[in-house]
C-alpha cells in the first residue's frame, strides 16, 4: 500500500512541488495572453485577483494537509471527514471525471504542439490519434513504476518547461512599450465584469494546487513536505504566470495578441529570431507531457482513496508490486484514450471541447467543500497549534469560499449548469454503492 512504501520510495519536498507547478502549468497557459487581449491590460488585475483566490485555497490545503497528513485524496478526503460519506462522493465523482476529461485535451494539445516538428500531425488524424496514444500510454507505463519513477520524470518536465516561460518573462521585460498597455479597459463591459471575467479566466491556470494532497500516503514526512509543496508550487507558478503576461503584452500590440495562436512563440521571434519558435513550441510540448505525466499519476490516486473508503468499485484499490494504484490508472487511461479519439472523430469533437469546459466548475466545487470541511475538521480536532487561532481559520476559510463562488459565477452560466448535471449523474452510482454495502 502506498502509506507502507519504504522513504526512499516516497516523494520528497522538490519532487512534490513539481506535481503541484507542473499539473498547473500546462501547455494552456501558453495561450493564456491572447485570450486576456480582448479586454486590455485590465487582464493583470484579473492575475491579481486570482492569485490572491489560488493562495488563500492553497492555505486552506496547506493547513488541511497538517490536520490530516495521511488522508490520501486530498479534497475528497477532506470533503468526507467534514462534510461526510455523500459530500466526499459528490467531490471525488467530479474531480474524477474532470481529471480523465483534462487529461484527454492535454494529449491533443501535446500532438499540436509537436505538429511544429512534425507537420503531418496537423493534417493526419491517424497519426495525431497514434502519437496521442502512445504518450498516453508510455507515461501509464512510466507511472506503473513506482511514484518515484513519476516524481522524477515530473521533476525534470517541469524544470525544462518553465524555462522557456521564464526566458520570455525575464527577456520582454527589458522591450516593454507601454502604449500597448493602453486603453486599459477594451472589453466593452464595466471594470468590474472584466475583472470577474479574467479572474475566472485565468484562476483555471492554477487548478491543480491541491494536487500534492492527494498522494499525501506516498509522500515523505507528509505533515511538512504537502504543506510546504503547496504553498511553494502555488508561489512559483504565480511568479511565472504574471511575468510572463506582462512581458508578452508589452511586446505585441493588443488587436495582433488577440488573434496570434501562439503568443509566446511570437514573442520569442520578437527577442531572439524567428528559429525561437522552435524551442518555445518545445517548451509547450514538454508542458503538455510533464502535466500529463502528473496527472496520470492523480487519475490513480483519487479512486484509489475513495475504494478504500468502500465508496468506489473495489477494482480502483488494486495496487501492484510497487505500491501503484494500477488499475485505476489503466481504467482512467483507456477513458482518456477513448475521448482523445473522439476528438479527431467529425461530430463529437464540439461534444468533447463543451464537455472538457464544464469539467473546470467541479474542480471549484472540490474548493469549495474543502474550504467548508476546513472549518469543520477543526472543530473535530479542537484546535491544534499546527493550524493556527480559531478567528484567522475563519476568516481565511470564509474568504476562500467567497472566492471560489465568485469563481465559478464568472465561469458563465451554461457551464455551471451542466456542471450541476454532471455531478447529480453521479447519483445512481452512489446508490449502487449504498446497495450493495447494505446487503
Known amino acids: 500500500m502506498p502509506d507502507q512504501l519504504p522513504k526512499e520510495n516516497k516523494l520528497g519536498l522538490w519532487t512534490s512541488t513539481s506535481l503541484v507547478v507542473g499539473n498547473m502549468i500546462g501547455a494552456g497557459v501558453f495561450l ?32 488541511l494537509s497538517k490536520l490530516m497528513p495521511l488522508a490520501d485524496g486530498g479534497p475528497y478526503a477532506y470533503s468526507r471527514e467534514g462534510l461526510g460519506d455523500f459530500a466526499g462522493f459528490l467531490v471525488a465523482w467530479g474531480y474524477w471525471i474532470s481529471i480523465w476529461c483534462t487529461n484527454a485535451a492535454i494529449a491533443v494539445s501535446l500532438v499540436s504542439a509537436l505538429s511544429t516538428f512534425f507537420p503531418m500531425l496537423a493534417t493526419n488524424s491517424l497519426a495525431a490519434i497514434a502519437t496521442g496514444l502512445g504518450t498516453i500510454w508510455l507515461l501509464t507505463w512510466v507511472n506503473s513504476l513506482g511514484i518515484v519513477a513519476s516524481g522524477v520524470v515530473q521533476l525534470v518536465t517541469t524544470v525544462l518547461k518553465i524555462i522557456p516561460l ?44 491541491e494536487c500534492a ?40 500590440p493588443a488587436d495582433k495578441l488577440s488573434h ?28 503538455a507531457f510533464g502535466a500529463l505525466n502528473g496527472w496520470i499519476l492523480i487519475q490513480g490516486q483519487t479512486p484509489y482513496a475513495i475504494s478504500k473508503d468502500k465508496l468506489f468499485p473495489a477494482i480502483f484499490g488494486k495496487v501492484n508490486k510497487k505500491g501503484v494504484p494500477i488499475a485505476g490508472i489503466v481504467i482512467g487511461s483507456i477513458l482518456v484514450s477513448i475521448l482523445m479519439i ?13 464537455l472538457l469546459l464544464l469539467t473546470t466548475i467541479t474542480v471549484l466545487i472540490s474548493y469549495l467543500f474543502s474550504t467548508v470541511a476546513y472549518v469543520l475538521i477543526k472543530l473535530q480536532r479542537k484546535l491544534t497549534a499546527a493550524s ?17 463562488l465568485w469563481a465559478i459565477g464568472g465561469s458563465g452560466q451554461e457551464p455551471v449548469y451542466w456542471g ?12 449502487m454503492i449504498l446497495w450493495k454495502k447494505r446487503m
Not at 39 to 52: C, D, R
Open 32 to 63: 493564456m495572453p491572447a485570450t486576456l487581449a480582448s479586454y486590455g491590460s485590465i487582464s493583470l488585475v484579473g492575475w491579481v485577483f486570482a492569485t490572491a483566490g489560488a493562495f488563500l485555497l492553497a492555505k486552506v490545503f496547506s493547513n
Open 166 to 209: 521564464l526566458a520570455v518573462a525575464i527577456g520582454g521585460l527589458f522591450f516593454l512599450k507601454i502604449s500597448y498597455f493602453l486603453p486599459f479597459n477594451t472589453s466593452g463591459t464595466s471594470s468590474i465584469a472584466a475583472i470577474t471575467a479574467t479572474t475566472a479566466f485565468t484562476f483555471f491556470a492554477f487548478t491543480g494546487l
Open 213 to 252: 494532497t492527494i498522494p499525501s500516503g506516498s509522500v515523505d514526512n507528509p505533515e511538512k513536505t504537502i504543506s510546504r509543496a503547496t504553498m511553494l508550487g502555488t508561489g512559483l507558478a504565480a511568479i511565472i504566470y504574471i511575468l510572463s503576461t506582462v512581458s508578452v503584452m508589452g511586446m505585441i
Open 260 to 287: 496570434s495562436l501562439t503568443p509566446f512563440a511570437d514573442t520569442a521571434v520578437l527577442l531572439w529570431g524567428s528559429s525561437a519558435r522552435y524551442w518555445v513550441s518545445g517548451g509547450v510540448a514538454i508542458a
Open 342 to 354: 473522439m476528438n479527431y472523430t467529425k461530430g463529437l469533437a464540439e461534444q468533447f471541447k463543451f
Open 388 to 404: 493556527g487561532h480559531w478567528p484567522a481559520a475563519i476568516l481565511l476559510a470564509s474568504l476562500a469560499f467567497l472566492f471560489s
Open 420 to 431: 450541476f448535471i454532471l455531478l447529480l449523474a453521479g447519483l445512481p452510482f452512489y446508490a
